[in-house]
């Protein structure tokens, strides 16, 4: 407010407006302030349904982090307060909305490479920023990732994020296709997690479906224990290299995300986007 006090925002000082989309705790509604009329996506969790997925601590430690994150590739929380029944996160409006539908949407639901090594690089951008701040998102896939009106990718969700370093066993949910080996058996881990995803994410980008996909966990898990992968003959070998040095089973022989912002297939692609 004009003395520079933090304020206290409310439900009241909203207008809820479309549904933009809903997620596993809650929905998501375009949202106006009403004096400025600054538009939010504003997302809206039931407290008994978080209590009852005992994710409250999470969520808590989301706003803790990213209120902290400012980085033209995250999603901002902007502010987020509760009443009585719900707690409110009002976030930046993305306005293309989930990566995901327009992955599915695209021809043979798979982005040409010079679009890919763009969205790469700003995953990758993202990322390096996170773990500058000792956060590890932890759980990137194309339905976490949001899209804008100027066709840049925004990192959303940090419902799974963690500090480094971290080796909590994190309650497997949702899609195990992103998960590296050293999750999967449990070990310890660190950052190098996000470069095992941002791989699968990759590959998932230019194939149209990830590396290790399969109808049933344990051969899900299999796949990612014994490294199967496969690559289409479509693929450039710019890409192969860049994809393959991500997927690497050694955590420590993983390639850095700056190594992925200076690849030259990244680069290429980039290049002939511009
Ligand atoms: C659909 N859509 N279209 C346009 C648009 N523009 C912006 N945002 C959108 N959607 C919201 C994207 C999100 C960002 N941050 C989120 N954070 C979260 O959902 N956190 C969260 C909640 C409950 C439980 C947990 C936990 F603890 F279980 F992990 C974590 S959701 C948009």
Partial sequence: DAYGQPYDWSPRDFEMGAHLGRGKFGRVYLARERHSHYLVAMKVMFKE?????????QVLRE???????KHPHILRLLTWFHDESRIYLALEIASEGELFKHLRGAPNHRFDEPRSAKYTYQVANALNYCHLNNVIHRDLKPENILLTSTDDLKLADFGWSAHTP??????LCGTLDYLPPEMVDGNSYDDSVDQWCLGILCYEFVVGCPPFESNSTESTYSKI???????????????KELIGGLLRKESKGRITLVDVMTHYWVKAGMAERE
């Fill in 225 to 239: 224990r014994r490294m199967e992968i496969s690559y289409p003959s479509h693929l450039s070998k710019g890409c």
């Fill in 63 to 69: 706003i803790e982090i990213q209120s902290r994150l």
């Fill in 49 to 57: 349904e978080l209590r009852k997925g005992c994710v409250q601590r």
């Fill in 166 to 171: 971290n080796n909590k066993r994190r309650t």
